[in-house]
């Protein structure tokens, strides 16, 4: 599948991992450590923004939600068991297919599909919230990419993008630290080039025509074994939120 913001060896790279993403012990650990935190993220966002109660069943009722890189699901199924209208899209088919043979087996309605972002906004489908939790670093041109993501939100439908800073920091720990010393995720997953700083990514999704409201940081703690969210330190991991506030 060709696409513009698609990069080949990335797609062939977590084809060759799908297998592995329901396992918490495997190649995606770490994401199936960070995942409570990056849904408490997700989860404020958009009660905040939608006014939905999460206490009550299925607050996300009536809500039209796209997971962008969904990979095997992780973070969509969380989506679906809170009552939204929920897709899931990767340019990997073999994480795709992990996805549907899971979420079939946990009773969930999830559409996923096997395409690119660019690809889907010929559709002219049109969503409430998207989200784009790891990807950006992994794609040619985070401004084009956004901007077909905006053409698929409604007015005053929210983007949350979480991705990694780039710095010296973010270097020893993302790659030095995670691929070669801790083996987390297989080397090679991140090329640090690739890697957006906070204020490119408020000037990115500017030009896209989108609206910047919040960021914060995800702070890994290794005495605990856990991530925590932060409001100042966005050194590495980080996620931020915008909004389409219409033509």
Known sequence: ???????????????????????????????????????????????????????????????????????????????????ATVKGIDIAHKSIEIAKTHAQAMGLDINYEHTSIEKLSQTQGKYHIILCMEVLEHVNEPKDFLTFCRSMLHPNGILIASTINRNLKSFFLAILGAEYLLHWVPVGTHDWNSFIKPEEMKNIMGQAGLTWVDTKGFIFHPLLSEWKLSHRDFDVNYVSTCIHNGD
């Open 1 to 83: 599948m060709s696409s513009d913001s698609i990069k080949e060896h990335e797609v062939n790279h977590f084809n060759a991992l799908s297998e592995e993403w329901w396992n918490p012990k495997g190649k995606f650990r770490p994401l199936h450590m960070m995942n409570p935190i990056r849904l408490d993220y997700i989860n404020t966002q958009i009660s905040l923004e939608f006014d939905r109660n999460l206490q009550k069943p299925f607050p996300y009722k009536g809500l039209d939600l796209l997971d962008v890189g969904c990979g095997g699901g992780l973070i969509t199924e969380a989506m679906a068991r809170l009552g």
